[in-house]
């Protein structure tokens, strides 16, 4: 089945049908570097990483590419409050920001372009323009002259008019029209820069992400993608810098995520809701963040609350107690017999609804539901007297397979049980097993006070962290 797509551009769904047969390009805009990532950042991250492991199930090779901003405004302020400069702190936070997203399951770029280390060919770009007349130096300043571009605000779909009305020209700027935008910034005293033929400088924002899309996946992309909230101004700029000079479609699809609120407030600092993945994933299993963001549509808006964060727990780890289940049942099953030829089809069935959801404009919510319905089917099957390895190992693999492609985990990283409670645990066995309830439920009040769940089931114990 063609996998069909959202276009921000043209509002509507699409047939996905890449530049290049099998191939897909894909330019995803990536944080600026000045402190830890919020959720707000983490959505995209993991939204287009799935977006990018189901293309790649699906055959694709993709060249994905995911810029870092480490040089802005931001990081200049926050290299002078911290005493640092803003290298040192842009490096930390680029390696935070690694380590969270992996802990979030999202996996490294093709490339991770830095705007520092690609200042000449953003000076080139930036010259180009103005030599094709869409941009011009005031005063040490490159301004982009929005005007000169027809197809400006196509992909907000709004027009050049409805966007002067109330547009102005703030103190200290140095542009000819509200709507012209900077290209590049002159340096203020004691700011870092680079040398330039209009002085020393740095670049404006928009332009970095023009400049690496062409340089690494070349003049036309296939997928442009990021949040909600950089379709105006930033992709709109995007697409005026590079249409303007290449004279070809910049992105051929593009795609954003929607906004996350914190219990149904937008999350603000101002308002105190703001929250840094780095913090909550020490008080969460990341792959649950990741789980809980797949559960909803990405272009709908999401609810970030605790108590929703708990039930989604409830859910995840309801189909991980089901794999685990089934794992332990493999130990007792025996050889297929023909009344289970039926159960291998109904374990099969769910990867074509799976599929058939993530090809329809990548629904990851109902792709999630089918892994419930995976769940539900398998824990119907352990209920047989008699289970078949071929139908346990079948639905083993349907969880492996659909989770992976989602970047999820089934089983939370082991941790080692201590002498001690090893040995509690054998002797609640030897307990139960000699009919001394008292003192096994004794030992299961003590192994829940440590956090430690047991299961009785026909096949034994067994136990897991709460």
Known sequence: MTIHLYNTLTRKKEAFIPLEEKKVKMYVCGPTVYNYIHIGNARPAIVFDTVRRYLEYKGFEVNYVSNFTDVDDKLIKAANELGEDVPTIAERF????????????????????????????IIEFVQELINKGYAYESQGDVYYKTKEFDGYGKLSHQSIADLRHG??????????????????????????????????????????????????????????????DLAFPHHENEI??????????????WMHNGYINIDNEKMSKSLGNFILVHDI?????????????????????????ESLLQSTQKGLERIRTSYENLKHRMKSSTNLTDSDEKWVKEATSFRTAFET??????????????????????????????????????????????????????????????????????????????????????????????????????????????
Not at 195 to 211: Q, T
Not at 284 to 299: E, G, N, T
Not at 437 to 457: H, P, S, V, W
Request: proline letters at 3%.
């Open 281 to 305: 994933i020490k008080q969460y299993d990341p792959q649950l963040i990741r789980f809980f963001m797949l559960s909803v549509h990405y272009r709908h808006p999401i609810n970030f609350s």
């Open 167 to 228: 547009a102005r020209i703030e103190v200290g700027e140095r542009k000819q029209d509200p709507l012209d935008f900077v290209l590049w910034k002159a340096a203020k005293e004691g700011e870092i820069y680079w040398e330039s033929p209009w002085g020393k400088g740095r670049p404006g924002w928009h332009i970095e992400c023009s400049a690496m899309a062409r340089k690494y996946l070349g003049d036309t992309i296939d997928i442009h993608a990021g949040g909600q």
């Open 357 to 466: 959801a993530m090809d329809d404009d990548f629904n990851t919510a109902n792709a999630v539901t089918e892994l419930y319905n995976l769940a539900n089917q398998a824990n119907q099957y352990l209920l047989e007297q008699h289970t078949s390895k071929v139908v346990i190992e079948t639905f083993i693999k349907e969880f492996e397979d659909l989770f992976s492609i989602l970047g999820l985990q089934l089983t939370q990283d082991a941790e080692l049980l201590d002498e001690e409670v090893e040995d509690l645990i054998q002797q609640r066995i030897d307990a139960r097993k000699n009919r001394d309830f008292a003192r096994a439920d004794q030992i299961r009040d003590e192994l829940k006070e440590r956090n430690i769940i047991l299961e009785d089931t026909p096949q034994g114990t067994r136990w897991k962290r709460g």
């Open 94 to 121: 680029i390696q935070a920001y690694f380590d969270d997203t992996q802990a979030l399951g999202c996996k490294h770029a093709n490339v991770h372009p830095r705007v520092t280390e690609n200042i000449d060919i």
């Open 240 to 253: 005026a810098q590079s249409e303007a000079l290449t004279g070809k479609p910049f992105a051929k699809y």
